[in-house]
């Protein structure tokens, strides 16, 4: 029968195991409660026309004022022009309200709405015979819903959806351009509004906007709505849509234009940011090749975008990571861990340790194509994130990883790098340091050389800090330091029965 | 309970009882408070006490019970009875934090620690008026009444510190945001500008700081987990006060006193933290505030003085600086040689210094002076802090700074030499300059010992560290003597063998001290050295080259446990235990005085257990001298347990329970020496081994377990010949096990020896109430340990019984059980079995079962037959499944109740791994082809047709190269 030592020894193997479930590689980035601030470089959800028509004169004072009284009494000029029967005074009510929307500083919306004016707007939509009516009204009903998802529910609660899915055919480039931007604005507001456009057949409509003579401008807004209707989950666009939308997008991801490449890219992000079938529908269109490509432009807006998504893709599974990798991510992953943005490497090492969630050989096309070197530097010398990052690919990789592959990756010094870590003011992180470094005792025990990697623990400051953590008021930290202290560090590790 | 004078009474004069010095008069009155404290209105009384009770002590004692009674019973545990009635619970949420601020001091904190308690259950959403209560008080210009939130908030806040990352977490969070940051930082600008108002009224400036370092603390608390939004907005209202505090002094704060740290060091301390998190955290936002900070924090530094009330203020400001040093952005804050140089010289050399402070802690308070420098728990003291800042400094500039201490160090030496009485902390300064500064790892880059660009390791052994080893007076400079032997633990192995070897003596000498740090860390270095591995994996220093100094290590060992102050020194006992492994056969002619003092010693600790390292080790050694006397000699195990039984005896009829399980080990291991039948004196024991209340503690189990294996396998035939009367009460053990999530597995130790050693007539009479047991448990919660234990034990009754009988068993209990075992059972989780042992006894099992089961091969359960035997190839060939269901990851933690004495095993007293089949079968491949060609020779066609049937390709390709390593064939 077994003794004690033996099966104690299983039993521990057994937990630890257990605490490693195979799903690492899911470790999204899942939506949560967050206390920053809203991220600068992710894509944009609503966007506002703030821009001037050509040959217009600079709004009047009275426009650009926070009294609210002169506001309220321009929106009551406003609405009585716009309910004028007079086509030339409605023209002119509706100038005047899209041009206090169109302020940079505190627009009116809410006003707008409580005065009543979006019905008028909505029917002034269909006023084929009156262009600049119909464009001064989608202007102003794109803005208003631009704002919280109230303003949004204002504007498609009147009815404007299926009024602007008919102007995007409009023959004047303006309007449809503006109802694109509009329908932008509604998808971008969450998964029911972008499930109701599509349930109005608004990518047909847009897709049929997308010709080769239409003009960079045009394209950008349409590149922009047609992201927002990827975007979003719980649930996510069906898979039809996703389907009629993909080949244009691939289309547009190989456009010359830096902005339009950038949202196509968060398109594709969004896409690939769920369950592996979703991730296969986009591998399928053979954009792989394109994306690493993208991954070597200098525009940050791109690079963040074809990162994320390629992200996404190495959290799929083992055949969907590999089709990355054989497109060359690893490659440019490298340049990427040593970009001058931290965000840019914060996310270049997420998907590093993905890719070491994976099996053995994948691990070692790490090993090949220089990844670890990169990855210690990081460790060492990226900013909080971006360590935390590296630290779980680190924990990954040595989970997976060969003993040949865990004394590579302790030879090129990360051991000592994530030792030094532990200091982390981050209980999770400190955590999975002392699994890797749990991982790491397990690959010497199988060669034999727990006392030389105590040694060495001990020798760079490490045994030190493990020592301290025993104190740690996180109950699984300091149990987890306690284990490993009682396991290699205690007066029983060091002893063979001879 | 009614809330009336009555009972208000009672409650006091009980109360009074509990602060009574006389047991006789406290333990029956804090008996009888437990026992009314369950009942309703228990806790108000309390409330009403600690608020109007005339007597000052009652209403402090009050408060003290209360907060107690709140920890032990607020906590509503699933399936356990709520044990604070409903109105009682509301009733105390709606007047505790008026009560906590209106009481003075000392009963506030006792409420504030209740309140927390009570936070940490039912905040925030059922107490959702909490937060509002308190920011309400904010208003009311009473700082009295602030801190007092201040203080409950910071104890409600500090968890996000250490906490992980969780939805829950940061909504709680996202609402404490929302409700009390404007309102925090409105109190901070207010505060600040109060000081300012009051900044000649000691007094006040002296709550206003409090709550300034209260309101610090919040911060640090608040912004842990992430930047806030709001923080990242109001950024700058929050660092331009941090930074103008930091650089704040008045006079009126300054204490007089040295040891105790003052308001103005605390809150500075604070804010030291608070840079320090965002420096590491928040990098990129931080940026623009980071160098006026360094700046602040490093000036501070110049000027705080060497006062021990200084520390925490020194080694958090050091702390910024060593954790802002080494990113790469901040490179050139430091490059400055001007500036290193100054870093070096005052802020990093003055802060390693040896203390007046540390001189005392070395002659009068020895272990904890040990503790600090040898176990790292050094962490917030200046050496520690500066020893940081130098590794930081080196990412970046390791040249320059190495150059200037190498000056320093020479310089200090230069210094020691002119008048080593006098200046001996200059060597000492040098010394740990060098243990602390110098490179321990070998890098590739380094090579293996020299080259050391601060100073040649081996050199400075010669020539400084020598000289005081050998100093012929032992007890002079006993700080420099610690110095040098700790020297020579800390480069053990850069140091070349020929230097350790003529350390060993010199160090076995120092064993001698009157130091008692001195004489632990030559204990420490000598067992240090003990467990270095050369070539081979042996050990680096021989037996045979200690020979000459055997004698004299073991004598001086056990003289050193004699001196005041360490005669319970675990490293003393440490260091005997490793000498004696190191050693093995040379220490055979002095057990017999050596075990005398082990077991006196052993004798001394019984009456009260102290020190649990140092038990620990002794026991171990008493194991090591057990096993190697007797590997010697087997027969002079009788002399031990002559010498042993006694003390033993002792201790379990006190039942001194940190003993008792290794008392079990120890005799496990005399025991299992023994080869001939049980001797009378364990048969006399054996019945109390079974008694349930020694089985009622976790930590006895193991142990217990594997002495009760112990008695089976010497003495099996004894007990069923003369204790049959207690085999029921044995098995009353395995059921006992077998019902635990978390002890299972010992269950079926002990099942699994009863099966192979007990003779079979024996326990007949019990063999299907064990199986129905067993199944009992399968239902009722199947787990994967219970199964792959389940699994083991099946199939080595079948090789015990054969598989007949074990058909039969199953069958007898309901009809074609047997099958469903080997369908649902068997088949499917076969592959889940770890352990050579184990998976030997499945494979030879499951053989049986295939080849010597007739109903295998003539009932309904013909069809399993072949996907068994696939199964089988498949536990031969395939890899262990060691997946988990995500619901069974945490059993024996959780099944495991509270914290009981935690079961320690001892190393030396390891058991063997026992192989019940051993070598019966050498191949259970062979066996499986050999049993098969039987088969087959006794029903001729059947089992080729079977196979060709069913078995899929690759399992019959592995088959046949079974049969053909057998040389037999199929017919």
Not at chain 1, 417 to 445: M, W
Not at chain 2, 217 to 239: G, R, V
Not at chain 2, 589 to 612: A, D, E, F, M
Not at chain 2, 815 to 841: A, C, L, R, Y
Request: proline fraction near 5%; aromatic fraction near 8%; glycine fraction near 4%.
């Amino acid at each position: 029968m077994p003794t004690e030592n033996l099966s104690d020894k299983r039993m521990s193997k057994f937990k630890n195991k257990g605490k490693e479930p195979t799903k690492m590689r899911d470790r999204r980035i899942a939506e949560c409660v967050e206390l920053r601030k809203a991220h600068k470089v992710e894509g944009i959800m609503k966007r506002r026309n703030i821009s001037s028509v050509g040959d217009e004169e600079p709004l009047s004072p009275e426009y650009n004022t926070d009294n609210k009284q002169v506001i309220s009494e321009a929106i009551q000029e406003i609405v009585a022009n716009v309910n004028n029967e007079c086509p030339e005074k409605q023209r002119q009510g509706c100038q005047a309200a899209r041009k206090l929307l169109s302020r940079e500083r505190n627009p009116p919306l809410k006003e707008i709405v409580e005065a009543g004016l979006l019905t008028r707007f909505v029917e002034f939509l269909g006023r084929n015979d009156d262009p600049t009516l119909q464009f001064e009204a989608a202007w102003s009903l794109t803005n208003v819903a631009s704002g919280t998802s109230w303003h949004t529910q204002q504007v498609v609660e009147h009815g404007a959806v299926p009024a602007f899915i008919a102007l995007l055919a409009s023959p004047m480039l303006n309007i449809s351009e503006q109802a694109v931007w509009a329908l932008g604005n509604i998808a971008g507001d969450g998964p029911s509004y972008r499930d109701a456009l599509i349930d109005c057949g608004v990518i047909p409509a847009l897709l049929a906007r997308l010709t080769p003579d239409a003009p960079v401008g045009y394209l950008r807004n349409l590149t922009w709505t047609l992201s927002n209707l990827c975007r979003n989950k719980n649930p996510f666009p069906r898979f039809s849509a996703v389907q009629q939308m993909l080949p244009s997008i691939i289309q547009l991801l190989h456009h010359s234009d830096k902005s339009i490449l950038s949202d196509a890219c968060w398109a594709i992000s969004y896409l690939t940011d769920g369950p592996n079938e979703r991730i296969d529908v986009v591998i399928k269109t053979g954009v792989l090749p394109r994306l690493v490509e993208l991954l070597g432009f200098e525009e940050l807006a791109v690079v963040t975008p074809a990162l994320r998504s390629i992200g996404n893709i190495v959290s799929g599974s083992d055949l969907q990571t590999q089709a990355a990798i054989d497109a060359g991510v690893l490659s440019a992953l490298p340049l990427l861990m040593r970009h001058p943005k931290s965000s840019v490497q914060k996310e270049a090492a997420w998907a590093v340790s993905n890719i070491a969630a994976g099996p053995c050989q994948q691990i070692q096309q790490l090993i090949t194509c220089g990844l670890l070197a990169p990855l210690v530097d990081l460790l060492r010398n990226g900013d909080f994130k971006t360590q935390r990052e590296a630290v779980w690919a680190v924990t990954n990789y040595t989970s997976g990883g060969t003993v040949d592959q865990v004394v590579h990756l302790v030879k090129c010094g990360a051991l000592e790098a994530i030792l030094n870590l532990l200091q982390a003011k981050d209980a999770k992180t400190v955590l999975v340091i002392l699994d890797a470094i749990n991982n790491i005792f397990l690959a010497a025990e199988k060669l034999g050389e727990v006392d030389k990697l105590c040694l060495l623990v001990e020798e760079v400051g490490g045994l030190d800090r493990i020592e301290f953590l025993q104190n740690h008021e996180n109950n699984a930290v300091y149990r987890a330091a306690q284990a490993l202290i009682e396991k290699y560090f205690s007066e029983v590790a060091g002893y063979r029965c001879t | 309970m009614e809330l009336n004078d009555g009972n208000l009474q009672t409650l006091t004069e009980y109360l009074q009882k509990t602060l009574s010095p006389d047991p006789a008069v406290r333990r029956p009155a804090e008996k009888f408070l437990e026992s009314v404290e369950g009942n309703q209105n228990y806790p108000i009384l309390l409330l009403t006490l600690l608020e109007k009770s005339q007597d000052e002590v009652i209403r402090v004692c009050a408060a003290v019970t209360f907060k107690n009674y709140i920890k032990r019973n607020w906590r509503i545990v699933e399936d356990e009875p709520n044990k604070i009635s409903d109105p009682d619970r509301t009733a105390i949420k709606a007047n505790i934090v008026n009560l906590m601020l209106t009481s003075p001091e000392q009963i506030q904190k006792q409420l504030s620690d209740a309140i927390s308690i009570l936070g940490r259950e039912d905040f925030p959403q059922k107490w959702p008026d909490l937060l509002t209560e308190m920011v309400n008080r904010f208003q009311s210009g009473d700082f009295h009444i602030i801190n007092g939130v201040l203080r409950t908030a910071h104890s409600l806040f500090k968890r996000y510190r250490h906490e992980f990352k969780s939805n829950e977490l940061w909504s709680e969070i996202k609402l404490v945001l929302d409700t009390f940051a404007q309102p925090l930082t409105e109190l901070f600008k207010a505060t600040i500008d109060l000081c300012q108002t009051h900044a000649t009224d000691v007094n006040a400036l002296k709550v206003l700081f409090s709550s300034l370092t209260l309101i610090s603390k919040l911060f640090y608390s608040l912004n842990f987990q992430d930047l806030p939004e709001f923080f990242e907005d109001n950024m700058e209202t929050w660092m331009t006060h941090f930074h103008n505090l930091l650089t704040l002094d008045n006079k009126l704060l300054q204490t007089e006193d040295e040891e105790e740290a003052g308001l103005l060091e605390l809150l500075k301390s604070q804010i030291c933290d608070n840079a320090a998190l965002y420096a590491q955290k928040y990098d990129e936002e931080f940026q623009p505030y980071l160098p006026r900070f360094v700046t602040a924090i490093w000036n501070l530094l110049v000027t705080t003085g060497q006062e021990v009330k200084y520390d925490l203020l020194v080694s958090n400001a050091i702390q910024f600086l060593a954790s802002v040093c080494e990113r790469p952005h901040y490179k050139h804050l430091f490059e400055d040689q001007n500036v290193l140089t100054s870093i070096c010289e005052k802020v990093i050399v003055p802060n390693m210094e040896f203390r007046s402070a540390d001189e005392e802690a070395f002659e009068d308070n020895a272990e904890e002076y040990i503790i600090r420098d040898l176990e790292g728990s050094d962490i917030d003291t200046r050496r520690r802090a500066a020893c940081d800042l130098v590794r930081g400094l080196c990412k970046f500039f390791e040249g320059p700074v190495t150059g200037i201490f190498s000056g320093y160090v020479s310089s200090m030496l230069t210094e020691y030499a002119k008048n080593p009485g006098v200046n001996w902390k200059h060597k000492d300064a040098a010394i740990y300059l060098v243990t602390s500064l110098a490179s321990k790892a070998q890098t590739q880059k380094h090579g293996i010992t020299q080259a050391n660009e601060l100073v040649n390791l081996c050199e400075f052994f010669v020539n400084h560290i020598l000289v005081d080893l050998k100093s012929p007076s032992v007890n002079e400079f006993p700080v420099l003597k610690a110095d040098a032997i700790k020297y020579v633990m800390t480069f053990r192995s850069q140091l070349p063998k020929e230097q350790l070897l003529e350390a060993v003596p010199l160090l076995v000498a120092h064993l001698q001290a009157e130091s008692i740090v001195q004489h632990t860390y030559a204990a420490h270095a000598l067992e240090r050295l003990f467990t270095m591995r050369g070539a081979n994996n042996a050990t680096l220093i021989t037996p045979a080259e200690m020979a000459p100094f055997t004698e004299q290590l073991l004598n001086n060992l056990f003289k050193a446990l004699a001196i005041p102050g360490s005669s319970e020194n675990e490293y003393m006992m440490k260091a005997i235990m490793r000498s004696f492994s190191l050693l093995q056969e040379a220490i055979v002619p002095y057990i017999p005085t050596l075990i005398g003092q082990l077991t006196h010693k052993l004798l001394l600790v019984s009456k009260n257990p102290s020190k649990p390292h140092f038990n620990h080790y002794l026991f171990e050694s008493l194991c090591l001298s057990i096993r190697i006397t007797c590997k010697a000699n087997r027969d002079t195990v009788g002399s031990f347990e002559e010498a042993l039984f006694p003390v033993f005896t002792e201790i379990l009829q006190n039942d001194v329970q940190e003993f008792v399980p290794y008392v079990f080990q120890v005799m496990s291991l005399l025991l299992e020496i023994h080869t001939s039948s049980i001797p009378s004196s364990y048969m006399a024991l054996f019945p109390h081994l079974l008694q349930p209340v020694l089985w009622e503690r976790t930590g006895n189990i193991p142990p217990l377990v594997r002495l009760l294996q112990a008695y089976l396998e010497k003495g099996a035939t004894t007990i069923a010949s003369t204790a049959a009367d207690k085999i029921p009460g044995l098995l009353g053990v395995f059921q006992k096990l077998i019902a635990s999530k978390a002890n299972d597995h010992q269950g079926f130790y002990l099942l699994n020896s009863i099966v192979e050693h007990m003779p079979p007539d024996s326990i007949t009479q019990y063999r299907k109430q064990i199986f129905i047991l067993l199944f009992q448990r399968l239902q009722s919660s199947k787990t994967t340990k219970f199964v792959k234990s389940f699994m083991v034990f099946i199939n080595l009754y079948c090789v015990k019984y054969g598989a007949i009988a074990l058909q039969e068993i199953f069958d007898d209990i309901q009809p074609k059980m047997f099958g469903m075992v080997v369908e649902k059972i068997i088949i499917p989780e076969v592959q889940k079995v770890s352990g050579q042992v184990e998976k030997k006894i499945c494979a030879v099992g499951i053989t049986k079962i295939l080849t010597e089961c007739p109903a295998m091969m003539d009932t309904e359960y013909t069809k399993l037959w072949t996907p068994l035997l696939q199964a089988l190839i498949g536990l031969f060939e395939l890899p262990e499944d060691d997946s988990i269901p995500d619901d069974e990851h945490f059993i024996d933690i959780e099944d495991t109740p509270g914290y009981q004495t935690a079961f320690s095993q001892l190393a030396f007293a390891g058991k063997k791994e026992h192989d019940p089949i051993g070598d019966a079968v050498n191949n259970p491949k062979i066996l499986l082809a050999q049993s098969l060609h039987k088969l087959s020779t006794a029903c001729p066609g059947r089992v080729p047709s079977m196979l060709s049937t069913s078995l899929p390709a690759e399992a019959l390709q592995f088959l046949q190269g079974y049969l053909q390593a057998a040389t037999v064939q199929l017919v």
